[in-house]
Structure formats: C-alpha cells, structure tokens
T-cell receptor
C-alpha cells in the first residue's frame, strides 16, 4: 500500500518562531489533507490541498503532487498551535492513509 | 466545513460486554463514512469503510465479527464493539466524506473506550 512519511516526528519551538512540516507519499493520490489533533483528540481540518498553495492566516500549505510531497508552514507560532499535525492522503473515494504525525510543542 | 458528531465521548465497560458508538453527520448526507482507531501516541489506522445501505468494507486484520458496523441512514453510522476485552481499549474516531468534486474528510470528536 501507499506509504506516508512525515517529518520531523517531534518539533519544539519558542513562541513566535516559524516552522515547516513535511509529508512525503509514495504514490499518486487523489487528494491530501492536513489536520491538527488537539489535546482532546479532536481532528481539526486545516487544509484540503491536492495541489498548489493555500493560506489561512498564519498557516499555509503547498502540495507538489508530481514530486509527491506536501509542506505545512506555521508562522509566528503560538502555544495554542501545540499538538499533533497529520497529513492524510486519499487513495480513492475518501479512503485515506495517515502519516505518523508531527508532534509540535510551542513554549511560551 | 461539515459537522460530524460522535457519541459517547467516553465509555467504560466490563470485559465481555458490547459497546455501541454512534457517528452522525449533522449538516450533510454521508453516503460514506470511515472508522479509525488510534492507540496512544500513534497514528490513525483505518478500520473500515461504512457505506449507506450496504455492508461495510473492513481493512485487512480487522475482525468484522468483533467490530460490527451499520450504516442504516445517510446521517448515521454505528460501530459496535462486541464482547469487548481490555485489548479493545482505544480511541475510535469516525469521519464523514463530504464534497462534490473530490471530497474532504470531516471527523467526529472521537470516543475513548476503556474495557476493564
């Protein structure tokens, strides 16, 4: 099956710093999503981004489908950004495979 | 975005009992829903695809007789963990697939099951 690798696995930042999270996938995919899992386990939709670049406030994402990777940028990080960030790639009809996640800790 | 609600959020049960978890799409019709399982500090693992009006499709290694899935309406899918044992303790999360051109996954709040 398709392999989804996220890096780095863990990231510790000081508040205000910028960061880049990466998601590599091993095969062509229909779509790609980025999620933030909060401490209570809820998955928050960040981006639906099969290709191209999108921005939402301090967050932006870029997917280069031909090279099979996606990047999530977090600028001016805040403590509330802490949590686990997952990318999920859709193989077909919504069926998706998740990466192992990046655990982000933002210190005040 | 679309809203998916899951209930209960927490459940504790005795070994050998069955537990039902409900997943509802509140503002869209979900012909397809997905059930995931997540162990502490691990990723989400797809358990099964739930299709309205038909049998669920289970991923390899998932016991369909242990994890019964019913998708009787366009807004409700249920997961029943039958004869639960401590090793079934986990975080179970459902998602609805919503969108016309392609689609986007929207997740419920998750249900944390503890089997004593």
């Amino acid at each position: 099956g398709i392999q989804v690798e996220q890096s780095p696995p863990d990231l510790i930042l000081q508040e205000g710093a910028n960061s880049t999270l990466r998601c590599n996938f091993s095969d062509s995919v229909n779509n790609l999503q980025w999620f933030h899992q909060n401490p209570w386990g809820q998955l928050i939709n960040l981006f639906y981004i099969p290709s191209g670049t999108k921005q939402n406030g301090r967050l932006s994402a870029t997917t280069v489908a031909t090279e099979r990777y996606s990047l999530l940028y977090i600028s001016s990080s805040q403590t509330t950004d802490s949590g686990v960030y997952f990318c999920a790639v859709e193989i077909r009809a919504g069926k998706s495979t998740f990466g192992d996640g990046t655990t982000l800790t933002v210190k005040p | 975005g679309a809203v998916v609600s899951q209930h209960p959020s927490w459940v504790i049960c005795k070994s050998g009992t069955s537990v039902k978890i409900e997943c509802r799409s509140l503002d869209f019709q979900a012909t397809t829903m997905f059930w995931y399982r997540q162990f502490p500090k691990q990723s989400l693992m797809l358990m099964a695809t739930s299709n309205e009006g038909s049998k669920a499709t289970y991923e390899q290694g998932v016991e369909k007789d242990k994890f019964l899935i019913n998708h009787a309406s366009l807004t409700l899918s249920t997961l029943t963990v039958t004869s639960a044992h401590p090793e079934d303790s986990s975080f179970y999360i459902c998602s609805g697939w919503y969108g016309s051109n392609g689609g986007e996954l929207f997740f419920g709040e998750g249900s944390r099951l503890t089997v004593l």
